[in-house]
């Protein structure tokens, strides 16, 4: 099993560009989450996938963030218009069910000059 | 207002001593509790858990602790090996209620293992 795979690993961005943020869960995984990771905030939960639908997106920032999960093999985390306080790194993990276990990703470090 | 706190950011000890690492919380909805250990340009990784209902578990080297009249748990690995030094994570979630899927983490303690 590769685990959770995040791409791309590392993306330097101007501000006001899209960044496209890609994950691939665990194959036979349902809850799909993602987080990110800055140093005053520690880990935060931004959204969080069942089943491919999203049941919580409470944590996102604001409207410039979105996610999708089209089928239960992928889903996106997408900054339009990319600011330099979203530099951070962006987790996604992935469960069975409610498995505390999460597994994540390595991680993709957003820089945003 | 962070409801889980690790108020050491280091702890360095020497290899083979015993390394404990705390975490306090304030949400007493919380009734499972993790640690995660995270290497430099890798995720966290899932150590070891307890519930609410035990006082303490063990899993080879590593025992957490739990204290729930102090809201307060701690990590324990004994003996401390140098690869051991990463950063540790404490997590709760409320498996109880609407959010019972939303781990909240501690900002984290790195602990530096010295030979």
């Known amino acids: 099993d590769a685990g959770v795979i995040q791409s791309p690993r590392h993306e330097v961005t101007e501000m006001g560009q899209e960044v496209t943020l890609r994950c691939k869960p665990i194959?036979?995984?349902?809850?799909l989450f993602w987080y990110r990771q800055t140093m005053m905030r520690g880990l935060e939960l931004l959204i969080y996938?069942?089943?491919?639908?999203?049941?919580?997106d409470s944590g996102m920032p604001e409207d410039r963030f979105s996610a999708k999960m089209p089928n239960a093999s992928f889903s996106t985390l997408k900054i339009q218009p990319s600011e330099p306080r979203d530099s951070a790194v962006y987790f996604c993990?992935?469960?069975?069910?409610?498995?505390?276990?999460?597994?994540f990703g390595s991680g993709t470090r957003l820089t945003v000059v | 207002d962070q409801q889980v706190k690790q108020n050491s950011p280091s702890l360095s000890v020497q290899e083979g001593r015993i390394s404990i690492l705390n975490c306090d919380y304030t949400?007493?909805?919380?009734?499972?509790f993790l640690w995660y250990k995270k290497y430099p340009a890798e995720g966290p990784t899932f150590l070891i858990s307890i519930s609410s209902i035990k006082d303490k578990n063990e899993d080879g080297r590593f025992t957490v602790f739990l204290n729930k009249s102090a809201k307060h748990l701690s990590l324990h690995i004994v003996p401390s090996q140098p690869g051991d030094s990463a950063v540790y994570f404490c997590a709760a979630i409320p498996r109880r209620g609407g959010s019972n899927y939303k781990l909240t983490f501690g900002k984290g303690t790195l602990l530096t293992v010295n030979p």
């Open positions: 194959s036979g995984h349902n809850s």
């Open positions: 993990a992935s469960a069975e069910g409610i498995n505390y276990g999460y597994t």
């Open positions: 949400n007493s909805m919380f009734d499972y």
């Open positions: 996938f069942n089943n491919n639908v999203p049941i919580d």
